[in-house]
């Protein structure tokens, strides 16, 4: 009777160090890859991608035989968030980094026991070697789009675990753009949660300029908006003279999408005047929906008169009695 083997394991530390060496190492190499804007090359083993990746099966196994390393041009992915999907193939982990982190992220990244460096090592062999110490700080979120459109399940779920530990004013906006992109349910719900949180931070943001209307619009539409409804307008007003100046498009057209999610009864009296007037000059708002919050105010000139506060934050006034009034006026 055959006795069964042992599986025994050498030291995972050393093993990983050596593979590492190999990651945009030309020797030995059979594949170049020309990756990103900058055009850089990247150097990798075919036979290594392709068992790691159905992506790079596909890309690599067209051609039969050796030859010499053909550029492959990647032309969409940072070259170094490329670097860092090579190191998760060739080690199964991969130090992610995040530009600027709030002191929030810093305490817990400490409280993991990691570095307080704004980064931190996943994977299995997380925190054995030093990982490519030369690696310029990446934008975790260019990761985590390389890991979805290559199909790399395991570095996606990676991705996105340090992205919800690390998500900060800063970050949420380019965070929920992705999340709604490749439809990521779970970190839109979170990135939403938070931007709800600390909404006038997250309206001034680079990041909320540069959303598109698919992923503004769950914004517009939420009730726990923690900013005055005026507030939103101007937001929503630069957000759109943004992309006019990148689609060379009207104002009013890049905003027509959003606008509608505008809850204009929630405006005092003088700033639906000023709205109005600004309107005039720069159109951003169909005249019927100023109409209509000048019909919701008619119904409230009582409670002025009485001296109650005209200006209300969304969850104040719901949008069902929004609703009831557009249907009491029509």
């Known amino acids: 009777m055959e006795t069964p083997g042992l599986v025994v394991h050498g030291q ?59 550029p492959v041009v990647l032309s969409t992915v940072p070259a170094e968030a490329f670097l860092a999907v090579l190191e998760f193939l060739y080690t199964n982990s991969v130090k992610l980094h995040h530009h600027s982190v709030s002191t929030l992220s810093r305490a817990w990244v400490g409280e993991a026991g990691v570095q307080e460096s704004a980064c931190y090592t996943v994977g299995p062999w997380a925190g054995e070697t030093p990982l490519l110490p030369q690696l310029p700080s990446l934008q975790v979120l260019e990761v985590l789009t390389a890991a979805v459109e290559y199909g790399l399940e395991e570095l996606r779920e990676l991705c996105l675990e340090f992205v919800e530990k690390v998500l900060d004013v800063e970050l949420v906006c380019e965070a929920l753009q992705v999340a709604v992109t490749f439809g990521l349910g779970p970190l839109q719900e979170r990135c939403i949660a938070f931007i709800e949180a600390h909404s006038q931070e997250a309206l001034q943001t680079r990041g909320f300029l540069e959303l598109s209307a698919a992923a503004l619009l769950p914004l517009m539409r939420s009730d726990k908006l923690c900013v005055d409804e005026a507030e939103l307008v101007r937001a929503a007003r630069s957000w759109a003279r943004v992309g006019a100046a990148v689609l060379e498009r009207p104002v009013a057209e890049v905003a027509a999408p959003v606008v509608p999610e505008l809850r204009l009864a929630l405006l005092a009296p003088a700033e639906l005047s000023a709205l109005e007037e600004q309107n005039r000059r720069e159109p951003l708002i169909p005249v019927e929906q100023i109409v209509e919050a000048w019909k919701c105010h008619a119904l409230r000139r009582g409670d002025a008169a009485q001296g109650a506060p005209c200006r209300r934050r969304r969850g104040t006034l719901p949008r069902e009695h929004h609703r009831f009034l557009d249907l009491l006026f029509k």
């Not at 850089?40 to 390393?69: T, W």
């Open 12 to 70: 995972a530390a050393p093993f990983s160090t050596a593979l590492r060496s190999l990651v945009n190492n030309p020797q030995y190499s059979d594949v170049c890859f020309v990756v990103g804007q900058e055009r850089k090359e990247v150097f990798a083993h075919q036979c290594l991608l392709a068992c790691r990746c159905n992506f790079f099966q596909r890309l690599l196994g067209s051609e039969s035989g050796p030859e010499v390393p053909r």
